[in-house]
Nanobody
Framework: QVQLVESGGGLVQAGGSLRLSCAAS????????MGWFRQAPGKEREFVAT????????DYADSMKGRFTISRDNAKNTVYLQMNSLKPEDTAVYYC?????????????????WGQGTQVTVSS
């Protein structure tokens, strides 16, 4: 069992930055790939980024490449999402998730555990 708690969301102006954190419970954090997803009102959950169990491989949605960076610290059982050059269309609830497939995935149905989300609002 893995419990995930996101933090770091908030209100930011367009062009600004935020750093999201996701703290995981349990001693097997390094066994999981981790992902970030987001969901805006009235829209489906959308892939943002994923990182492999070791942190050696990462994948991003095209619209996030160059602006967002996913990283992890296995010693702290934490995964991060650094978001720069934020746009109003980035406004959503951001979720982290754990995937027992160590290499991660772009598909939410492949993830085993989810956090409750943190709200990110980007004003224009």
């Amino acid at each position: 069992q893995v419990q995930l708690v996101e933090s770091g969301g908030g209100l930011v102006q367009a062009g600004g930055s935020l750093r999201l954190s996701c703290a995981a419970s349990g001693r097997t954090f390094s066994s999981y790939a981790m992902g970030w997803f987001r969901q805006a009102p009235g829209k489906e959950r959308e892939f943002v980024a994923t990182i492999s169990w070791s942190g050696g491989n990462a994948d991003y949605a095209d619209s996030m490449k160059g602006r967002f960076t996913i990283s992890r610290d296995n010693a702290k059982n934490t995964v991060y999402l650094q978001m720069n050059s934020l746009k109003p269309e980035d406004t959503a609830v951001y979720y982290c998730a754990a995937d027992s497939n160590k290499w991660g995935s772009r598909w939410p149905y492949e993830y085993d555990y989810w956090g409750q989300g943190t709200q990110v609002t980007v004003s224009s």
